[in-house]
């Protein structure tokens, strides 16, 4: 299963396009196995976005994230880019049809 067109709250560091989030997580058999996005490069927007996320923390009463600004420096140097993480533990577990991670281990 690949589920894309996330909604623009669930933006994180991707992308918004077309009110959507420019992701997508890939799944077999309900177990995440890969997540996809284009980075986002608008150090503004990146500021924005944790300026909201904080004052929904704030709400909940809990701390805001510490700001990284070597990332923000990073963001605004940094060229159009995409990514995608592979869980390859997870699937390794499915190909081997193993009920854990922890059965795929390799014993020495």
Known sequence: T???R???DEAAFSVISADCAERFELYWDEMEIANAFSELLDA????T???LSDRERSSEHRAPHPRDIRLIEAV???PRA???ALCVD???MKLLAKA???????LG
């Open 44 to 47: 503004e927007e990146l500021m």
């Open 100 to 106: 854990t991670i922890l059965e795929t281990r390799v």
């Open 90 to 92: 997870r699937l390794v």
């Open 82 to 84: 995409g990514g995608i």
């Open 2 to 4: 690949i589920i894309y």
């Open 76 to 78: 605004r140097r940094h």
């Open 6 to 8: 996330y909604p623009s």
């Open 49 to 51: 976005r944790w300026e």
